[in-house]
Nanobody, 124 residues
Framework: QVQLVESGGGLVQTGGSLRLSCAAS????????MGWFRQTPGKEREFVSA????????DYADSVKGRFTISRDNAKNTVYLQMNSLKPEDTAVYYC?????????????????WGQGTQVTVSS
């Protein structure tokens, strides 16, 4: 199994920045890609970004392109999400997840392990 712990969420004003971290432990050799999703009450979990663990290529939702940047530190088994120019509509609980495929899936059901989530609130 893989354990994931997110951190870095908080309250920020519109236009501000936050950096989320997700540290993986356990069977990290099984990780081929990692993704970030977000969820608001009453809505499905939404894809934000994903990165290939070895080769580093990435993908983003259209709503965050140009504002968010995903990166990883393989030595630390950690993936990051740098979020700039934040908007109130970015307010959500953010989750990281792992998959055993190099394909960067945008569907939450394609991911195997999930963190507990971290709250991001952007005030207007």
């Amino acid at each position: 199994q893989v354990q994931l712990v997110e951190s870095g969420g908080g309250l920020v004003q519109t236009g501000g920045s936050l950096r989320l971290s997700c540290a993986a432990s356990g069977r990290t050799s099984s990780i081929s890609s990692m993704g970030w999703f977000r969820q608001t009450p009453g809505k499905e979990r939404e894809f934000v970004s994903a990165i290939a663990w070895s080769r580093g290529y990435s993908d983003y939702a259209d709503s965050v392109k140009g504002r968010f940047t995903i990166s990883r530190d393989n030595a630390k088994n950690t993936v990051y999400l740098q979020m700039n120019s934040l908007k109130p509509e970015d307010t959500a609980v953010y989750y990281c997840a792992t998959a055993e495929s190099n394909y960067l899936y945008k569907r939450a059901g394609s991911y195997d392990y999930w963190g507990q989530g971290t709250q991001v609130t952007v005030s207007s």
